[in-house]
């Protein structure tokens, strides 16, 4: 038989095929289309609160005095929104129907019983999903930013920009993680349900190793900010560095979590027994 | 590698914990035959082919393909429907041959309107499976295990939902794809259903094989003097003369779930008695269409092992 790229025309196919899948269910498109009008609906509030619309006194003063508006401020705003709870949300449940739920309904079985490695099979779900979650990206900033450049005003530098920029592209290796963590837990379970309640079961769990591990920090037990910044919680939030400074160790934790989720995920649906 | 053999499968074991599913389980499916894989519910059918299709880790054993055992590459040139076929059922049935059509290798694209002309389905096929009846998925089922022309194809229990005019479709398509040159492996627990398509026929037990050979031989080796003889009924009232049957001594109904209404005569005695008797008009009873010796039942009851 002739050697055939693992990577070659037909992986390109299974992407395209599980992207099908995606963006044919109503999940998918929510998806997209919530990502596309959360900048419109930042974009939207922001200018409420600068015109004096919205009538709240923080520290006895009117919000809108305290607020200055800027492109890249406001676009950072549209990056959180982004990364806030909803669509994260979104993106392990596309994840998880793509592999639990279709181990549940029983249509895995066919794609398994097909001539492809499994590790390509389970890749080629990974890609889709993270197509997925840059097709979200771009467009949440291609509504997003040229709102930000065109309709506000204030202080602009090339720089921040760029910054915020960054922070954008961080949010789709973020996703990346948050994908490939998905994954692994849709290796222990066979419905959608489960995968959520795993998933954020985990990352509540994480927040509490992080809390004991700042306690410790704090009593001066052993050194803890590192550790901390590899947890995979703060490594999901590696994004935030634009506003706050990038940490190298964040972005260390996230590849190790992307890294270790595929590689435990992959020898776990390699080993599945498929009913 | 050049075989005569489509499958080998060599001492295959599989184990659910302490319950042993297959067990030592030998098979050799001549190329370009249609085998049957016969074998009561729960005798370990489908562990056996899931373990030759690489859906389930097998504890012991060997399984070649055409004389190639990798676990990925054997898969190459084979179709499958196993139990049930299932479909994302928010897509369009053709929708769904596509999305399988990707995975396979590049020389075996471009056959999807084939595949479901072959089954009947090419003037529904932008239709949403979740409007599908049982039987026209099932028919998909088939198509999808048909793209790209295997050369073998393995059906689980393929006519399970058909109403029998499927049935009759599905054997007649067992056919043809056989004298195409295709080898079938078609598992069931009907010995009518084996008997009317398969050439080779292994029979499987608690996980064992008991017989394998080609199905003639299998009936002239049951064909003695205490060989049951299976008997089709027919009429305008079946109930009146399913009670009918009943009555008679050496003469049992068969269960409903046949695919033909009939009873089992245990001696020929049995059935010259039954035959005048449900021949009477008198009682509208109606008569005994057809006799058929089958393969004979003892191999399938596991107690008689």
């Given at each position: ?16 095929a ?55 401020k406001?676009?950072?705003y549209?990056l ?9 949300l ?59 450049f ?102 260390l934790?996230?590849?190790l ?11 776990r ?7 | ?37 016969l ?15 690489g ?55 471009g ?68 004298q ?25 037990l ?33 109930n009146?003369?399913?009670r ?50 089958e ?11």
């Amino acid at each position: 038989m002739a050697t055939t790229n693992p990577i070659g025309g037909v992986f390109w196919r299974m992407v395209a095929a599980e992207l099908r899948k995606l963006l044919s269910r109503p999940s998918g498109v929510v998806m997209l289309v919530i990502s596309a009008l959360l900048p419109i609906l930042v974009f939207g509030l922001a200018k409420l609160v600068e015109g004096g619309g919205v009538n709240m006194n923080a520290n006895g003063q009117p919000v809108a005095s305290l607020f200055s508006l800027d492109g890249p401020k406001l676009l950072g705003y549209m990056l959180t929104a982004r990364n806030f709870f909803v669509l994260p949300l979104f993106l392990v449940m596309v994840s998880a129907q793509l592999v639990a739920e279709e181990r549940a309904n029983f249509t895995l079985r066919a794609l398994l019983a097909l001539p492809n490695a499994r590790w390509r099979v389970l890749l080629a779900k990974y890609t889709a999903l993270l197509t997925l979650a840059a097709i979200s990206i771009v467009g949440s900033l291609g509504v997003g930013g040229p709102l930000c450049f065109l309709f506000v005003d204030g202080p602009q530098t090339l720089v921040a920009w760029q910054g915020v920029a960054l922070g954008w592209v961080a949010s789709l290796a973020s996703d990346a993680g948050l994908i490939a963590l998905t994954l692994l837990i849709s290796t222990f379970s066979s419905s959608v349900a489960g995968v959520l309640v795993g998933v954020i079961l985990g990352l509540m769990a994480d927040l509490a190793i992080r809390g004991l591990l700042q306690i410790a920090g704090m009593l001066k037990l052993f050194p803890t900010d590192q550790l901390a910044a590899l947890m995979p919680g703060r490594a999901l939030a590696a994004w935030e560095g634009y506003a706050d400074g990038w940490d190298p160790w964040a972005f260390l934790g996230l590849g190790l979590l992307t890294l270790g989720c595929l590689a435990v995920a992959t020898f776990r649906f390699q080993r599945e027994d498929v009913l | 590698m050049a075989t005569d053999l489509a499958i080998s499968v060599t001492g295959l074991t599989r184990r659910f914990g302490a319950r042993v599913a297959v067990q030592s389980l030998d098979l050799s499916v001549p190329a370009g035959t249609v085998y049957g894989f016969l074998g009561p519910n729960g005798s370990g059918k489908t562990t056996a082919i899931r373990c030759m299709l690489g859906l389930l880790r097998a504890d012991a054993g060997k399984v070649s393909i055409f004389g190639e055992s990798d676990p990925v590459r054997r898969l190459d040139g084979v179709g499958a429907i196993i139990e049930t076929p299932r479909f994302y059922a928010w897509l369009s049935g053709r929708a769904n041959l596509e999305i399988c059509e990707a995975y396979l290798p590049e020389h075996r694209h471009g056959q999807i309107d084939e595949a479901l002309e072959r089954v009947g389905l090419l003037s529904r096929a932008h239709d949403k499976v979740s409007g599908y009846s049982l039987g026209m998925q099932q028919r998909l089922g088939i198509a999808r295990a048909l793209l790209g022309r295997p050369r073998l194809l393995v059906l689980d229990e393929p006519t399970n939902g058909l109403d029998p005019q499927g049935m009759r479709d599905v054997r007649e398509l067992i056919r043809r794809l056989a004298q195409e040159g295709m080898t079938v492996f078609i598992s069931s627990h009907l010995l009518s259903e084996i008997q009317a398509v398969a050439d080779t026929v292994g029979i499987v037990l608690k996980g064992r094989r008991v017989a394998e050979g080609r199905v003639s031989e299998l009936l002239r080796a049951s064909a003695g003097d205490s060989g049951a003889v299976e008997i089709e009924l027919g009429g305008p009232d079946l109930n009146a003369i399913r009670r009918e049957v009943a009555t008679l001594d050496g003469v049992s109904v068969l269960p409903r779930d046949r695919p033909h209404p009939g009873a089992r005569a245990q001696r020929a005695p049995a059935r010259e008695r039954a035959q005048p008797r449900l021949g009477q008009p008198r009682r509208g009873a109606g008569r005994l269409e057809r006799a058929r010796r089958e393969l004979r039942e003892p191999v399938l009851e596991p107690d008689r092992e």
